[in-house]
């Protein structure tokens, strides 16, 4: 009973180890799983992260318009859209790190745990069979054990009322025979019993043998092989992780090194120039002021009947419809402007003209390259008849050929305007004309413009030149004039009396009498000048100090 006792407990330690066996190998594999969701989170980030990335390079894309176009010439903003496609570089390979995360990683593993279940559920079940057998070989072990102890015991009984009734003389002689053969047969049992016992306890001897020395052994090792491959695979895993990051670090080194290389082609004195060049002018600065002297303006008091002659005589020559004005005085129109691009100061009229005979040529090189190949197709045509009708090619080499007269009539139209802006540009070499300005005198009853209002600055940074210094101002082109009678009309802010009469010889100017009524529709912004209109037609600058202003309530308050 010692010795089964002691075979009970080395089952139930087994089954024990067993069940520690389960758990550990259960946690294996949640082990993967919870690994294996991590990597998926991952995953991801680095996609969430690529599409932020990208969207973000979009937003700052430049956009397909004239203003962005324009920008793309200086080298900061070429180098900072060169640092937004170098982004999209940069992620598409945080792209690629999430798809080779979730094709080596992700699904391998997923794969694998449901390989490591089926896997580890099958070791288990032959281990729970294999225990099972040799627990079911030990009962029937016992159940022969003790058939033979209890044959044993019987055959014991049997052989003592035996021999006690073949002691006993009273007992009849069928009696003592009846009793030796049930003490025959007893023992019979018990040797059988016996002989049964001991065969089976050679089998069951057998039987725990290959249990803990061969079934057991080999499930435990695989076990113990599942659970290293699980351990191996796990590692490999994580090599994985790391090697998917470490494989896209050239390529993000090189847009690093693109977005560096963008950085050092920025050029700081290109990029100024680039600004001077658009926004040059072409005018040539003001000379030098003249000195005035306000002495000989007493003349004027000689008498009021002389100022009066004075004042009567001076009769303004009648305004044209509409005065040219100086380019500083033109309202920037929100239209595309004239064709000649009048609007523009003379340095930037000349680019735009010259930017629009390149493309004129370009679009004419082109008809003529055209009409070259149709030229040799017909003459093909002409040695080959079969190919095709020469006739044919006739339509669209009339076509071509008009097209061409059209373009090179437009070259000539921009030429001579382009021609007429050179001509008219100051050369930088002359010395800068002097700026006159007159003292209003009362010599020989006539007046002589202007006073010394007059000598500053004129609205917009413009400045009065001397007539002489300048050619007359030649009539405006009727599409110039069309273009300023679609400008918005300025309201009136008050109105004005003319105290001097003043001749208004250069642009944006407009003559007025002594005594005449205007309409004040721009206040002196602190540059001598007051713009006045007089009727509908006619409006343009006028000294502040020729005439008194009375403006509106409304406008005092605002």
């Not at 382009?418 to 006159?436: C, F, H, N, Y």
């Not at 202007?450 to 405006?476: I, L």
């Amino acid at each position: 009973m010692e010795t089964g006792g002691k075979v009970m407990l080395k089952v139930q330690e087994l089954r024990d180890q067993f069940d520690n066996l389960e758990k550990h190998t259960q946690w294996g594999i949640d082990f993967v799983e919870r690994y294996t969701k991590f990597v998926k989170e991952r995953s991801e980030i680095e996609l969430n992260y690529a599409k932020q990335i990208r969207n973000l390079s979009k937003k700052y894309q430049p956009k397909k318009n004239s203003r962005e176009e324009e920008e793309n010439k200086y080298s900061s903003c070429r180098a900072f859209l060169s640092t937004l496609n170098e982004l999209q570089d940069y992620a598409g390979q945080h792209e690629l790190v999430a798809e080779n995360l979730t094709a080596q990683i992700i699904a391998e593993l997923a794969k694998y745990t449901q390989e490591l279940k089926a896997e580890r559920k099958s070791h288990f079940h032959d281990g729970r069979k294999a225990q099972q057998q040799i627990e079911n070989s030990w009962k029937q072990l016992e159940a022969c054990k003790r058939r033979f102890e209890r044959d044993c015991k019987e055959a014991d009984r049997a052989q003592q009322y035996f021999e006690k009734m073949d002691a006993d003389i009273n007992v009849t002689k069928a009696d003592v025979e009846k009793a030796r053969q049930q003490s025959q047969m007893r023992h019979q049992m018990a040797s059988d019993s016996k002989n049964e016992y001991a065969a089976y306890l050679q089998k069951f001897n057998q039987e725990q043998n290959d249990h803990y020395y061969t079934i057991i052994p080999n499930i435990f090792q695989k076990i113990q092989d599942m659970e290293e491959k699980r351990i191996e695979r796990l590692g490999e895993s994580m090599r994985t992780f790391a090697e998917v990051d470490r494989q896209i670090l050239p390529i993000v080194g090189k847009c690093l090194d693109g977005i560096t290389t963008a950085a050092e082609s920025i050029e700081s004195k290109n990029d100024s120039k680039q600004v001077v060049d658009s926004y040059k002018s072409g005018f040539e600065p003001p000379g030098d002021v003249e000195f005035e002297d306000y002495g000989q303006a007493m003349k004027r008091a000689v008498s009021e009947t002389s100022l009066s002659n004075s004042r009567g005589e001076s009769k303004p020559e009648k305004p044209t419809k509409r005065q040219g004005k100086l380019w500083p005085f033109i309202k920037k129109n929100k239209g595309s402007g004239p064709e000649d691009f009048s609007h523009l100061p003379p340095e930037q009229r000349r680019k735009k003209l010259q930017a629009k005979i390149d493309d004129l040529n370009k679009d004419i090189q082109k008809e003529m390259d055209q009409r070259d190949a149709l030229t040799k197709m017909k003459d093909v045509y002409i040695k080959n008849p079969q190919m095709g009708d020469p006739t044919s090619l006739d339509p669209r080499l009339g076509e071509i050929a008009q097209n061409i007269d059209k373009l090179q009539a437009e070259v000539q139209k921009f030429e001579g305007w382009l021609a007429e802006v050179e001509g008219r540009m100051p050369v930088k070499s002359d010395p800068p004309t002097k700026r006159q300005s007159a003292v209003f005198e009362t010599q020989n009853n006539a007046p002589v413009t202007n006073n010394c209002a007059q000598d500053r600055e004129s609205p917009d940074g413009s400045y009065t030149e001397e007539p002489s210094s300048e050619p007359p101002v030649k009539a405006a082109d009727p599409e110039f004039d069309d273009e300023f009678e679609e400008e918005e009309v300025l309201p009136t802010i008050g109105t004005c009396k003319a105290l001097y009469p003043f001749e208004g010889t250069n642009e944006g100017t407009i003559s007025i009498t002594e005594g005449e009524l205007l309409y004040v529709i721009e206040e002196d912004k602190g540059d001598g000048w007051t713009r006045v209109r007089r009727n509908e037609e006619q409006e343009g600058y006028v000294p502040t100090s020729y005439v008194e202003v009375f403006l509106d309530n409304n406008t005092k308050d605002s």
